[in-house]
């Protein structure tokens, strides 16, 4: 089955610095990746996805890209503020699935005005 | 609108009892998802709906896990003879369609086994 590994674990960075996550996934089936955040004792909620047709996905601060020789999928934050702080999940849809995610572990981001 | 809702938001149980967990997804939506979330772990699918078609139980971890879609609406989670292990916030999702799409959560039931 699909492997989605997740780094770093915990990462900490100054207010107004940039943040990046990595993943990596083991099926080269997948085509469908989400990142979720989930701030302190909330739901997750759906920030940014990208589909394997595209390299590179933005949305004002934050962005995905996308490595599928490599299998690798990065987020990355700019200029993050103390609301960036949460946790963050990505994930992948297992064997091309076009409904089952796995889930990475998570990566607890702070960031310290 | 409404999203996603659970209940309950908390569970204490004793090692052995069964537990019920419910959740109400948003109206119209034709997928329904349970995950089971862990502490320091990421979220472990449990089981799918797609409308009327068979669920995928592939997650469950054991047959004393079992869930129901009534009416293509509330699910209900079933954890039978409770055991210390099944600590975790459950965590419903649901989609509006058949294809890959955000999904949206609940706010989670946190069962606690004693």
């Known amino acids: 089955g699909e492997n989605v590994e997740q780094h770093p674990s915990t990462l900490s960075v100054q207010e107004g610095d940039s943040a990046v996550i990595k993943c990596t996934y083991s099926?080269?089936?997948?085509?469908?990746f989400p990142w979720y955040k989930q701030e302190l004792g909330k739901r997750p909620q759906l920030i940014i996805d990208i589909r394997s047709n595209v390299g590179e996905k933005k949305d004002q601060r934050i962005a995905v890209t996308l490595n599928k020789t490599a299998k690798h999928f990065s987020l990355h934050i700019t200029e993050t503020q103390p609301e960036d702080s949460a946790v963050y999940f990505c994930a992948a849809n297992s064997g091309g699935s076009n409904y089952k995610l796995t889930f990475g572990k998570g990566t607890l981001l702070t960031v310290n005005p | 609108g409404a999203g996603v809702s659970q209940s309950p938001s908390n569970k204490v149980t004793e090692k052995g009892k069964d537990v019920e967990l419910r959740c109400d997804p948003i109206s119209g939506h034709t997928a329904l998802y349970w995950y089971r979330q862990s502490l320091g772990q990421g979220l472990e699918f449990l089981i799918y709906f797609q409308g009327n078609s068979a669920p995928d139980k592939s997650g469950l971890p054991s047959d004393r896990f079992s869930a129901e879609r009534t009416g293509g609406s509330v699910s209900t989670l079933t954890i039978q003879r409770t055991q210390q292990e099944d600590s975790a916030v459950y965590l419903c999702a649901s989609s509006p369609g058949r294809e890959l799409y955000e999904q949206y959560f609940g706010p989670g039931t946190r069962l606690t086994v004693t």
């Open positions: 099926d080269s089936a997948s085509n469908y």
